[in-house]
Nanobody, 129 residues
Framework: QVQLVESGGGLVQAGGSLRLSCAAS????????MGWFRQAPGKAREFVAA????????YYTDSVKGRFTISRDNAKNTVYLQMNSLKPEDTAVYYC??????????????????????WGQGTQVTVSS
């Protein structure tokens, strides 16, 4: 069992930065691939970024490439999402998720919500224009 708690959300002006953290409990974190998803009001939850168990491979949705960076610290049981050059369209609730897989063979696996067995409660990110 893995429990996930996100933090670091808030209100920021366009062009600003935020760093989200996801603290995980459970013995399997260091062997779990992790992902970040987001859900804007009235929209479906969508994939943002993912990272394999070692941090050696990362995946991003096109709209955040070059602006967001996913990373992890297995010693701290924490995964991060550094978000730079934020835009109003980044406004959403951001969710951390843990997979029972350690790595993804292809990006479509990383992007699929069904790949992830555990979810956090979400943290709100609001970007003002």
């Amino acid at each position: 069992q893995v429990q996930l708690v996100e933090s670091g959300g808030g209100l920021v002006q366009a062009g600003g930065s935020l760093r989200l953290s996801c603290a995980a409990s459970g013995r399997t974190f260091s062997s779990s691939a992790m992902g970040w998803f987001r859900q804007a009001p009235g929209k479906a939850r969508e994939f943002v970024a993912a990272i394999n168990w070692s941090g050696g491979s990362t995946y991003y949705t096109d709209s955040v490439k070059g602006r967001f960076t996913i990373s992890r610290d297995n010693a701290k049981n924490t995964v991060y999402l550094q978000m730079n050059s934020l835009k109003p369209e980044d406004t959403a609730v951001y969710y951390c998720a843990a997979s029972n897989l350690g790595l993804f063979s292809k990006i479509t696996t990383a992007q699929a919500m069904g790949t992830y067995a555990y979810w956090g409660q979400g943290t709100q990110v609001t970007v003002s224009s």
